[in-house]
C-alpha cells in the first residue's frame, strides 16, 4: 500500500468509537511505555547519518524525500508507529533526539527525514511552510497576524 493511500485513504468510523482509539487520558498515565517509544543508540546513529547524507548531498530540507533519508533499522519501526497513530491509539511520543547537540538546520533535516517515514508533508499554514519553529517571536497573542507559537503564551490542546 502507497503511503499516500495509507495515510489518506480509510474511513471515518461510524456511531460510538471503540476500540485501541477509544481512551481516557488517565488510563494512559499507567500505560506510558505503550506510546512513548525513545531512540536506541543505533537509531539515533541512524538518524545522524542520514543527516549527514542529506547535508553532504545538499539536499533541501523540503526536498526530502523517505529514499534522501533512508533509516534501514528504525524505519520499520516508523512504520508500525505510523500504523497505530492511523488505525490504533492515535498518538505516539518519539523521545530521545539530542537536540542540543545539532544545528536548528540539522534538527530540522532530522525531524522532516523523520516525518518521510511517518507521512506526506503538507503546509501547515498560508505561507506554506511544511516544518514550522515553534519560538517566541516577541508577537502577541491577540495579534491577528500571530500564531500562537510566536508568542509566550500557554498553547492549548490541538491536532
Known amino acids: 500500500m502507497s503511503l499516500m493511500r495509507d495515510t ?6 461510524s456511531g460510538e468509537i471503540t476500540g485501541p482509539s477509544a481512551w481516557y487520558g488517565s488510563e494512559l498515565t499507567t500505560r506510558h511505555k505503550e506510546w512513548i517509544r525513545p531512540f536506541s543508540a543505533i537509531e539515533l546513529n541512524e538518524l545522524d547519518t542520514a543527516m549527514r547524507g542529506i547535508k553532504e548531498r545538499g539536499v533541501g530540507i523540503v526536498d526530502i524525500s523517505q529514499d534522501d533519508f533512508p533509516l534501514p533499522i528504525l524505519g520499520p519501526a516508523l512504520n508500525d ?10 498518538f505516539a511520543l518519539l523521545r530521545g533526539l539530542p537536540v542540543d547537540r545539532y544545528s536548528t538546520e540539522e534538527s530540522a533535516i532530522i525531524y522532516f527525514g523523520l516525518g518521510t517515514h511517518m507521512g506526506i508533508a ?24 500571530s500564531r500562537i507559537y510566536q508568542t509566550t503564551a500557554r498553547q492549548q490542546f490541538h491536532t
Open 8 to 13: 489518506f485513504d480509510y474511513p471515518m468510523p
Open 81 to 90: 508507529i505510523r500504523q497505530d497513530v492511523l488505525r490504533g491509539r492515535g
Open 122 to 145: 503538507i503546509a501547515q499554514n498560508m505561507k506554506g511552510h511544511v516544518l514550522g519553529h515553534v519560538k517566541d517571536l516577541g508577537r502577541h497573542e491577540f495579534d491577528p497576524n
